[in-house]
């Protein structure tokens, strides 16, 4: 049994050597990646000088040079609504009320009924939004991950 328990040992040993290897590639890569998103952040924004989160600092840039532009983002009020009345079932008023808040619309939709939430949701979600019903209001917002 002696050498049966010196052979399962140096496989242990081995599998434990592999894997502290593999780790160590594996860091190695996760910090190259991260040094070539602080490099195109860098080339790309210049004015930005300290970097603490690359893709963070790089939407919010984006999102001032589009607001500087003039071009709404998809969580502003123009593009939700756009994307409501796209998705807006045939038959039903406009409706009497709406509420925005950064990055949200809420709409009134006490008198819908379940089929049509889920077709009006269903033809948002092609857009890139997505609705959910809370104190009988639809909340219509981008879906996330979506977009910048």
Same mark, same amino acid.
């Given at each position: 049994?002696?050498?049966?328990?010196?052979?399962?040992?140096?496989? =242990?040993?081995?599998?434990?050597?592999?894997?502290?290897?593999?780790?160590?590639?594996?860091?190695?890569?996760?910090?190259?990646?991260?040094?070539?998103?602080?490099?195109?952040?860098?080339?790309?924004?210049?004015?930005?000088?300290?970097?603490?989160?690359?893709?963070?600092?790089?939407?919010?840039?984006?999102?001032?040079?589009?607001?500087?532009?003039?071009?709404?983002?998809?969580?502003?009020?123009?593009?939700?609504?756009?994307?409501?009345?796209?998705?807006?079932?045939?038959?039903?008023?406009?409706?009497?009320?709406?509420?925005?808040?950064?990055?949200?619309?809420?709409?009134?939709?006490?008198?819908?009924?379940?089929?049509?939430?889920?077709?009006?949701?269903?033809?948002?979600?092609?857009?890139?939004?997505?609705?959910? =019903?809370?104190?009988?209001?639809?909340?219509?917002?981008?879906?996330?991950?979506?977009?910048?």
């Amino acid at each position: 049994w002696r050498p049966a328990r010196i052979g399962l040992a140096v496989l =242990v040993l081995v599998q434990l050597v592999g894997l502290n290897l593999w780790a160590g590639h594996q860091r190695a890569e996760v910090r190259e990646k991260k040094a070539q998103m602080v490099s195109l952040l860098q080339t790309s924004f210049p004015q930005v000088t300290g970097v603490l989160d690359a893709p963070v600092q790089m939407r919010r840039e984006v999102q001032t040079l589009r607001a500087l532009a003039g071009i709404p983002g998809p969580a502003d009020l123009e593009p939700l609504l756009f994307a409501a009345a796209a998705a807006w079932p045939a038959g039903k008023p406009p409706a009497d009320t709406l509420r925005y808040e950064p990055g949200r619309l809420s709409l009134p939709a006490a008198d819908w009924r379940p089929d049509e939430i889920e077709r009006f949701n269903a033809q948002l979600q092609a857009s890139g939004y997505s609705a959910v =019903v809370a104190d009988g209001r639809l909340q219509l917002g981008p879906t996330p991950g979506r977009g910048l």
